[in-house]
């Protein structure tokens, strides 16, 4: 086994993957690293490749076979997310939310994003809007100092959209709670709006954390209407953010597919429904903590479980159809532990 060109390639392979958790977990603004390090990555691992078909290195054919396993479990995982989407089983079509982290406007989808639910909270009961202030307040002081600009900015631009009579319910109700709060929290507050309303600072890349979850179907809503916000915002089109946000959820696929057949070779059906289910667990793993303001069903995982077991079977067949045991055993890793 040639280690020196298998650990670049594993690597490599796990590129987009590793790009969208730094990103959503970590604050690492991903339109940098893809601006600066996405060509030099590609150069990179097609050098690897050919200098691997030239020494007739048996993993060029794991990662070939890999990627068609990946590609057409991609397709289809979609098939069966695409169902779910339609019943309202997820928060969003989260390609959609890849592309637009690829363009550098997550921060403004952020911000639309509060924005409306400022103006989801001009719509409920006075004392359900209360109650929400009444949390979330406290909260949106304890942010750090940027994050808790960005936020108090958010909520004055939400505020400025509201035709006058609940922009006037939502801020006498807002003042009525700044009034029962410790008085340093409300210095706080009162100190964030006054920052934000002279424009002090832009908006912080990483997410806002430490805010009240809000419900799946109440994020869902508003997302349905801060995406159109955003590209409004941006003049950014749909298909732009479609085909950027389509092709890094199909590399995420291309890179499992490739990761398995790496790992196992031409593996077994065993293995593989083994592999879909560990992508869904990790999935189920960093989900909360990439999407940190929903509030997750307990019935959520079971959607895409069902989408990950598909999303399996290409990959086994894949493997088990065309990689042969002589390139397996002298390529994959589980082979060489």
């Known amino acids: ?39 030099p990555a590609l150069i990179a691992y097609a050098a ?15 990662v070939a076979w890999g990627a068609l396993g990946g590609l057409l479990a991609t397709i289809a995982l979609d098939i069966v997310r695409l169902i779910g989407l339609g019943l309202r089983l997820f ?17 403004r989808f952020q911000r639309n994003m509060i924005g409306r639910l400022v103006e989801h909270l001009s719509r409920v009961p006075e004392q359900e809007r209360r109650r929400m202030m009444a949390v979330r307040l406290p909260a949106v002081a ?16 939400g505020l400025g959209r509201l035709p006058d009579p609940p922009r ?21 507050l009162m100190r964030a709006m006054d920052e934000a309303a002279q424009g002090v600072d832009g908006l ?21 209407r801060a995406l159109p916000d955003t590209l409004e915002e941006t003049g950014t089109s749909r298909a732009k953010v479609t085909l950027w946000g389509y092709t890094w959820h199909a590399l995420n696929g291309v890179s499992f597919g490739i990761m398995y057949t790496m790992l196992a070779g031409d593996g077994n059906w065993g293995l593989a429904f083994a592999w879909g289910v560990f992508v869904w667990l990790a999935m189920m793993v960093v989900m909360p903590p990439m999407m940190p303001a929903i509030r997750f069903p307990k019935w959520f995982p079971l959607w895409p479980l069902l989408a990950h077991l598909v999303m399996a079977f290409p990959i086994g067949w894949v ?16 082979r060489h532990f």
């Open 48 to 62: 690897l490749m050919i200098y691997g078909i030239a020494q007739d290195e048996p993993v060029v054919q794991l």
């Open 319 to 334: 493997a088990l159809t065309w990689i042969s045991r002589a390139d397996a055993n002298a390529a994959s890793l589980f």
């Open 142 to 157: 304890r942010l750090e100092p940027a994050k808790r600009r960005a936020v108090v900015g958010a909520m004055m631009a």
């Open 204 to 224: 912080p890349y990483s997410q806002p954390r430490g805010l009240p979850k809000i419900p799946m179907n109440t994020f869902r809503h508003l997302a349905s």
């Open 91 to 107: 928060p969003m079509d989260m390609p959609m939310m890849f592309g637009v982290i690829a363009l550098g406007d997550a921060p």
């Open 168 to 188: 006037r319910q939502v801020m006498a109700t807002q003042m009525a709670v700044l009034a029962e709060l410790p008085e340093e929290t409300r210095l706080i």
């Open 1 to 39: 086994m040639n280690w020196w060109l298998l650990i670049p390639l594993f690597a490599l392979t796990a590129g987009p993957i590793t790009l969208l958790l730094a990103d959503r977990i970590l604050g690492v603004p991903a339109p940098k690293v893809i601006r600066h390090l996405g060509v």
